[in-house]
């Protein structure tokens, strides 16, 4: 187990470099100059790219981030005079708030798609259900930010209940931090319908095909209460493929952030994202791809390494030396198996 | 393999598809673009009065280049003097909307005709033998969401009053659309000036045959030799004056390759409590220092910033959310007042000044400074081994040449050539891979001279009349040069002087001094307990919340709310429901905006 | 006995006739129309969806009316053309339907009192056309009156009707918002359409040679071409080409295939080992023949599914882009464009939002009904439930 995770690890690595040359190649590609702006003599021109070293043949330049990526220096804006580096100017600070935004838009929308899911798919055929599905569909079908706009003048135009905009804690100036948290619950509530949505639909699926199983059947008909057949067999089991597709849904959720940070001002990577690209920041733009593709690898290596517990098909190295977690993770993992029959 | 073939024989059809949308037919439109009449028709076929209308903001539909109560000699204004000069060219006036109190824009040249546009553009299609063809346009624009509306109004006036036209719009960002200028890929494009200095100069000066901003090939003899001698004051007086007149009409009237559109005004709403915040015609928009507060307990200014600060060195910056925060922790020689009132601008660090006539030709200012101290991000004096550090004389002469520093590419560097410094020409023409010594040379020979610690001497080719309201502008403010040495630089050779996020690096001797400066959350300056003028500074705290990409309502509301003591009306629909609101300000902007036609497509 | 016998009479051996196939056999496909035609809410949408789009390019093929010019309406009074400042901002007006108070072409807005007297906008606010709602001081002390005015009549051209109304640019919104269900409606089949295909070519190959190198070297590159985020893509994209309907069809392309791929794949996986495609290589056939005659018919009901799902977010995207401003250019309608510009006008013009939303959603909402059906239509595994 451990071989293999290290063999992912490695995989990852060498992802990562190629994720960071595509890029780099990628955006090299694009025409124009961030120098743009027309007060600048043409002399002036050559002197700020000479200064990056933007005239350089495109493999030194690619040698030259490669080598400033090992020491942990991933680029920053340059078309202003006041160099701007992206980890200390925007990651640093940002990177948290996004998290924190975006780890709980999609708690709770497991939580609550979860919940729903289920009694949709155990009141299936039923009015509950019905309205549910609807509920479900039309949280796909209403723009995001026709959402948040309608959010924004309920709860903070017409009723002040909640700020209109983000605003970090500063008692001095009399912004607590109440209100910065305050500041958070719209752009989550607006960021978790889609996770929520999507969620409660697949969950519903999963259940339903899982509810018309064998082992189901057989379980109910040793006497088991439907209840206990339900929590302690068939949603453990339907979750399983609903929490794997968790790892594109925090993906995609970068375009939710986009039209989130736009209206509640939050201060966020997409939009920079979107502006760096536009403004042909090429070394800031790279710096914030590899932090989105960082996230995304991490993902995929976590649900790899689930479905390596998980499936017996991928699980390599039986008999290697297995830590004391991962041992316990494998415990679980072959109890789970022979409960139920999972494999083929 | 077969398979690999066909994926990518697929991937071809698909990307195949997509190519064959972009590619234009012809050069027509280039050849077209290159008629002065066709050039006139589109010039007479757009009704501007219909834009301004709709937007609500007080802007002006504009017939004209050099803005209206921007430039005034010996009393007349620029447009008046031109409509008396030019009277059978400049008659037609735009009707401003409003019922019972009937006001008109200023006249100008080329007003909306739309029968003779017509006619223009049909002789112009037969002479070049466009038949039943189309000629598309390439328009190209930056993305502003108020926008919009313009362009698309623009699009349907050219397409509805011109048969077989069509408008190609390429809606990119600023900074791309200032890269495909450079290109040169584009008929028509939307541009905007706002002005450095008051003196139509600096309106005119971009269309000199060899200026860096000149990207449509623009090129006449007769119009660069007026504006030349009027810039160098070569001629002086009213046959300057004239020269300026007449450069204008050339450039609108007789080689139309600028059409205006509209002269834009601001319209904001401002907490009534808050006074003398007066909007500047040139340099920074506000200096904060005259503002006062009539608010019960608190003389904290909350503002609201749509974007971050991209650079607070003085002498590189360029922006104007820079310039707004560096006019009130630094000062120049003069600060400005209020535009409207006598005193365009008053003595900032300079105590007074005298002026001389030299007999080369030259004239020399002998600027008297004041003791002001330099103050940290701290609020605390500035000391050198326990020794106070004054704003002197030499702090000038440093910052100056640093601006002129080809090194340091500062896009203001033409500042030193407008206020006519000797030696700026010299400065002008060196290149960044020049020998040091060189470059050392030319800037030790500027004309600008620390006699004493407190005595500042700057020698001009010319004098001129907008000198003394140029010391205001943030690209003239003085560095101590000890403490710039002392921040160091970092790996790209750029100075630590100013480090974004990091008030630290950087020293104040203006009315406040900046406390804090955070990405996307607030910028907050202090009242600097140190400063001369202390008992005129009214404010404690000027607290700007910085919120990138916040939509026009919400800042509205921002300031309905009560969190912000001013909200700028960024877009129509706010307009139309605030603009005549008591507490709303029209800012008297003298930003002109308009067409550049590229005539000289390659 | 033989009165028992007489008593009891044998039961007709009716074993073969029970066991007779009564009713006609259905091919998979048939079943599946039969299924999706019973399922009453999937077969309207279908039919909703289909009218929807089929009018949107009748509609949009046969007017006259511009999408970038405004309206040329001759005034019957004075027999010249309207100019177009009393054109802009009407609200939505249908004959007959005046009664109703959305199509009555009346707009309810908040403005300041002083509007109502300042010389300079008093003349937007004749006698007689307009009636005060309510008054209230806001924050500031600045007294706010709602008002409900008779745009038509403020503008004195009661003859005319849009049902729609005209936007803040005095352009038809009628027009606009049928040009704008085309487009949205095209750009979703359309990514899906190459989706699928791009898709199911990539993820067949690589199922097919799975746990190979190949599949290895294709399924790596996927993922790390995954991780560039689509909207960099799609501005890389827009620079090269410009912006327009292909460019954002092809950027959408660009990443969407990715899912299918994978999902492909790993149904290609399930079916690789399975007998009838053991049976058939070992006959001879060829890995063409293997791929796309016997085992892609197996997952042609999933490729449905995928793509009815692919549609509606296609769409979503789109509108997405549309707001911060990537979608497709202002002078090409879009529901995005159109909704975005509501958002901006959402105060005074409320009808140029919640007209284009409504349709969208309406069209998000039957296309995602329509997929649910077909998955139950269609899925084995959800048949008959």
């Given at each position: 187990m451990i071989k293999y995770i290290w063999h992912r690890i490695i995989l990852i690595i060498i992802s990562l470099i190629l994720i960071l040359s595509i890029n780099f190649f990628f955006l090299y590609l694009m025409p124009g100059s961030p120098f743009t702006n027309p007060k600048l003599t043409s002399d002036q021109r050559e002197r700020m790219e000479e200064r990056y070293g933007l005239n350089d043949p495109i493999l030194v330049q690619y040698g030259r981030y490669m080598y400033r990526v090992t020491k942990l220096d991933f680029g920053g804006t340059i078309a202003s005079n006041t160099y701007k580096d992206i980890y200390r100017d925007y990651i640093r600070e940002r990177v948290p708030l996004t998290a924190q935004i975006g780890l709980t838009a999609l708690t709770i929308g497991t939580v609550i798609g979860i919940t729903l899911g289920a009694i949709a798919a155990i009141k299936r055929n039923t009015a509950i259900d019905n309205i549910l599905?609807?509920?479900?569909?039309?949280?796909?079908?209403?723009?995001?930010?026709?959402?948040?706009?309608?959010?924004?003048?309920?709860?903070?135009?017409?009723?002040?209940?909640?700020?209109?905009?983000?605003?970090?804690?500063?008692?001095?100036?009399?912004?607590?931090?109440?209100?910065?948290?305050?500041?958070?619950?719209?752009?989550?509530?607006?960021?978790?319908?889609?996770?929520?949505?999507?969620?409660?639909?697949?969950?519903?699926?999963?259940?339903?095909?899982?509810l018309n199983t064998d082992y189901i059947l057989l379980a109910r008909s040793k006497g088991l209460s439907k209840t206990s057949v339900i929590i302690k067999h068939a949603l453990r089991n339907a979750l399983i493929p609903v929490i794997t597709i968790l790892g594109p849904m925090s993906i995609?959720?970068?375009?939710?952030?986009?039209?989130?940070?736009?209206?509640?001002?939050?201060?966020?990577?997409?939009?920079?994202?979107?502006?760096?690209?536009?403004?042909?920041?090429?070394?800031?733009?790279?710096?914030i791809n590899f932090f989105y593709s960082l996230m995304y690898v991490v993902v995929i290596l976590f649900v790899d390494i689930l479905y390596g517990i998980i499936d017996p098909r991928i699980r390599i190295a039986k008999n290697t030396k297995e830590g004391f977690i991962l041992k316990f993770f494998r415990k679980i993992a072959v109890k789970m198996k022979t409960k139920f029959n999972w494999g083929d | 393999?077969?398979?690999?073939?066909?994926?990518?024989?697929?991937?071809?059809?698909?990307?195949?598809?997509?190519?064959?949308?972009?590619?234009?037919?012809?050069?027509?439109?280039?050849?077209?673009?290159?008629?002065?009449?066709?050039?006139?028709?589109?010039?007479?076929?757009?009704?501007?009065?219909?834009?301004?209308?709709?937007?609500?903001?007080?802007?002006?539909?504009?017939?004209?280049?050099?803005?209206?109560?921007?430039?005034?000699?010996?009393?007349?204004?620029?447009?008046?003097?031109?409509?008396?000069?030019?009277?059978?060219?400049?008659?037609?006036?735009?009707?401003?909307?409003?019922?019972?109190?009937?006001?008109?824009?200023?006249?100008?040249?080329?007003?909306?005709?739309?029968?003779?546009?017509?006619?223009?553009?049909?002789?112009?299609?037969?002479?070049?033998?466009?038949?039943?063809?189309?000629?598309?346009?390439?328009?190209?624009?930056?993305?502003?969401?108020?926008?919009?509306?313009?362009?698309?109004?623009?699009?349907?006036?050219?397409?509805?009053?011109?048969?077989?036209?069509?408008?190609?719009?390429?809606?990119?960002?600023?900074?791309?659309?200032?890269?495909?200028?450079?290109?040169?890929?584009?008929?028509?494009?939307?541009?905007?000036?706002?002005?450095?200095y008051q003196d139509p100069i600096t309106f005119l000066d971009l269309y000199l045959t060899n200026s860096g901003l000149n990207n449509i090939g623009y090129s006449n003899t007769k119009y660069d030799q007026l504006v030349r001698d009027a810039k160098n004051a070569v001629i002086t007086g009213d046959a300057r004056f004239n020269a300026l007149l007449e450069a204008e009409k050339i450039l609108i009237n007789d080689d139309v390759v600028v059409m205006p559109i509209f002269q834009s005004q601001a319209v904001s709403l401002q907490n009534p409590e808050i006074e003398n915040l007066w909007g500047q015609k040139v340099g920074p928009d506000y200096f904060l220092k005259w503002v006062k507060s009539k608010k019960s307990g608190s003389k904290t200014l909350n503002l609201l910033e749509t974007s971050n600060i991209p650079d607070l060195k003085s002498w590189t910056s360029q922006d104007q959310v820079s310039f707004y925060v560096l006019g009130s922790i630094n000062e120049g020689l003069t600060i400005g007042h209020n535009p409207r009132g006598e005193t365009p601008y008053v003595p900032g660090v300079a105590k007074s000044w005298s002026k001389t006539e030299n007999e080369s030709g030259t004239t020399t200012y002998r600027f008297q400074l004041r003791q002001t101290p330099w103050i940290t991000s701290t609020g605390e004096v500035y000391k050198v081994d326990g020794v106070t550090q004054y704003v002197k004389a030499q702090d000038f002469a440093f910052a100056w040449k640093l601006l002129g520093d080809p090194r340091e590419a500062s896009p203001y560097q033409y500042m030193l050539e407008t206020i006519g410094l000797v030696g700026a020409s010299d400065v002008m023409a060196l290149r960044s891979d020049d020998s040091k010594e060189n470059i050392e040379t030319a800037l030790n020979n500027l004309g600008v001279e620390a006699v004493d610690d407190f005595t500042l001497d700057?020698?001009?080719?010319?004098?001129?009349?907008?000198?003394?309201?140029?010391?205001?502008?943030?690209?003239?403010?003085?560095?101590?040069?000890?403490?710039?040495?002392?921040?160091?630089?970092?790996?790209?050779?750029?100075?630590?002087?100013?480090?974004?996020?990091?008030?630290?690096?950087?020293?104040?001797?203006?009315?406040?001094?900046?406390?804090?400066?955070?990405?996307?959350?607030?910028?907050?300056?202090?009242?600097?307990?140190?400063?001369?003028?202390?008992?005129?500074?009214?404010?404690?705290?000027?607290?700007?919340?910085?919120?990138?990409?916040?939509?026009?309502?919400?800042?509205?509301?921002?300031?309905?709310?009560?969190?912000?003591?001013?909200?700028?009306?960024?877009?129509?629909?706010?307009?139309?429901?605030?603009?005549?609101?008591?507490?709303?300000?029209?800012?008297?902007?003298?930003?002109?905006?308009?067409?550049?036609?590229?005539?000289?497509?390659? | 006995m033989p009165e028992i016998v007489n008593k009891f009479n044998f039961v007709k051996n009716k074993a073969v006739e029970t066991e007779a196939i009564s009713g006609k056999s259905l091919g998979y496909w048939k079943d599946s129309f039969r299924r999706l035609l019973l399922n009453k809410v999937a077969f309207s949408c279908l039919a909703f969806l289909l009218l929807l789009y089929i009018f949107s390019w009748i509609i949009t093929l046969t007017s006259n009316t511009s999408t970038i010019i405004e309206p040329q309406?001759?005034?019957?009074?004075?027999?010249?053309?309207?100019?177009?400042?009393?054109?802009?901002?009407?609200?939505?007006?249908?004959?007959?339907?005046?009664?109703?108070?959305?199509?009555?072409?009346?707009?309810?807005?908040?403005?300041?009192?002083?509007?109502?007297?300042?010389p300079q906008t008093a003349y937007k606010y004749r006698e007689g056309t307009y009636e005060i709602n309510s008054c209230t001081v806001d924050a500031r002390g600045v007294e706010m009156c709602s008002i409900t005015q008779d745009m038509y009549a403020q503008n004195n051209i009661e003859f005319v009707y849009f049902p729609f109304g005209t936007d803040d640019g005095a352009r038809d919104q009628w027009i606009r918002t049928w040009f704008g269900v085309r487009n949205s409606i095209s750009i979703g089949i359309l990514v899906a359409i190459f989706d699928i295909v791009v898709g199911t070519i990539y993820g067949a190959i690589a199922g097919f040679y799975g746990g190979t190198k190949i599949d290895n070297v294709m399924m790596r590159f996927a993922e790390i071409y995954g991780s560039i985020p689509s909207i960099v893509l799609l501005i890389l994209l827009a620079s090269v080409l410009g912006r327009g309907f292909w460019t954002m069809v092809i950027a959408m392309v660009l990443t969407g295939w990715i899912n299918v791929a994978t999902m492909i794949r790993a149904q290609f996986l399930r079916y690789r080992d399975h007998d009838f495609v053991l049976a058939s290589k070992t006959?001879?056939?060829?890995?063409?023949?293997?791929?796309?005659?016997?085992?892609?018919?197996?997952?042609?009901?999933?490729?449905?599914?995928?793509?009815?799902?692919?549609?509606?977010?296609?769409?979503?995207?789109?509108?997405?882009?549309?707001?911060?401003?990537?979608?497709?250019?202002?002078?090409?309608?879009?529901?995005?464009?159109?909704?975005?510009?509501?958002?901006?006008?959402?105060?005074?013009?409320?009808y140029m939002l919640w007209i284009p939303t409504i349709i969208l959603s309406l069209i998000l909402l039957a296309i995602n009904l329509l997929a649910n059906g077909l998955r139950d239509a269609l899925d084995p595994r959800l048949r008959g439930r």
């Open positions: 599905t609807a509920v479900g569909v039309l949280g796909v079908s209403i723009p995001s930010f026709v959402f948040a706009a309608f959010l924004q003048q309920i709860f903070a135009i017409n009723n002040q209940i909640l700020p209109l905009t983000f605003t970090r804690a500063d008692p001095e100036l009399g912004y607590t931090l109440l209100d910065q948290y305050k500041g958070l619950i719209m752009p989550i509530i607006a960021l978790s319908v889609g996770p929520i949505a999507s969620i409660m639909r697949y969950m519903r699926t999963e259940l339903v095909e899982v995609g959720l970068i375009t939710g952030t986009l039209v989130i940070e736009q209206f509640f001002s939050i201060p966020g990577l997409a939009m920079n994202l979107v502006n760096f690209t536009q403004s042909k920041e090429t070394y800031a733009t790279l710096g | 393999m077969k398979k690999v073939l066909f994926l990518v024989f697929i991937l071809f059809i698909i990307f195949g598809a997509g190519c064959t949308k972009r590619t234009k037919d012809s050069g027509l439109n280039e050849v077209m673009i290159e008629d002065v009449n066709v050039r006139r028709a589109i010039s007479l076929a757009i009704n501007k009065g219909y834009y301004t209308t709709l937007l609500e903001n007080g802007s002006y539909p504009a017939d004209y280049y050099i803005p209206y109560d921007f430039y005034a000699y010996n009393g007349v204004d620029f447009r008046d003097a031109a409509t008396a000069k030019y009277p059978d060219l400049t008659s037609d006036k735009y009707q401003m909307p409003g019922g019972s109190e009937v006001t008109y824009a200023p006249g100008g040249y080329n007003h909306y005709d739309v029968k003779e546009a017509k006619r223009l553009w049909e002789e112009a299609k037969e002479k070049h033998g466009v038949g039943d063809r189309t000629v598309t346009f390439k328009f190209l624009v930056h993305s502003a969401e108020s926008w919009t509306p313009l362009y698309e109004h623009i699009k349907s006036e050219v397409e509805k009053n011109l048969p077989g036209t069509k408008i190609d719009l390429n809606v990119v960002t600023f900074g791309e659309k200032l890269s495909i200028q450079q290109q040169g890929d584009y008929d028509i494009i939307f541009s905007g000036w706002g002005p450095d700057v020698t001009l080719e010319h004098d001129s009349t907008y000198f003394l309201g140029l010391m205001s502008f943030p690209s003239f403010y003085p560095i101590q040069e000890a403490f710039y040495k002392s921040v160091g630089t970092d790996k790209q050779g750029f100075t630590n002087y100013a480090s974004s996020q990091k008030p630290q690096t950087m020293l104040f001797n203006g009315p406040f001094y900046f406390s804090s400066w955070k990405n996307d959350d607030k910028h907050i300056l202090t009242k600097s307990p140190n400063y001369w003028d202390n008992e005129a500074v009214d404010l404690q705290q000027v607290v700007w919340l910085v919120k990138p990409n916040i939509t026009p309502a919400t800042e509205v509301e921002m300031y309905l709310q009560g969190q912000t003591d001013r909200a700028v009306l960024r877009d129509a629909a706010t307009q139309k429901e605030h603009s005549t609101d008591p507490n709303a300000r029209v800012s008297g902007s003298t930003t002109a905006w308009y067409l550049e036609f590229n005539v000289n497509n390659h | 309406i001759e005034n019957p009074n004075t027999g010249a053309y309207i100019e177009k400042q009393y054109l802009s901002g009407l609200p939505p007006r249908i004959k007959g339907l005046e009664w109703f108070s959305w199509f009555n072409g009346k707009s309810t807005f908040t403005i300041p009192k002083a509007s109502l007297t300042n006959v001879g056939a060829s890995s063409r023949r293997l791929i796309f005659k016997h085992i892609l018919p197996n997952v042609v009901s999933q490729l449905v599914i995928l793509a009815a799902f692919d549609v509606p977010s296609a769409i979503f995207y789109e509108a997405t882009l549309s707001f911060i401003g990537l979608g497709l250019p202002v002078d090409q309608p879009s529901l995005g464009n159109l909704i975005t510009r509501g958002i901006t006008n959402r105060v005074m013009l409320p």
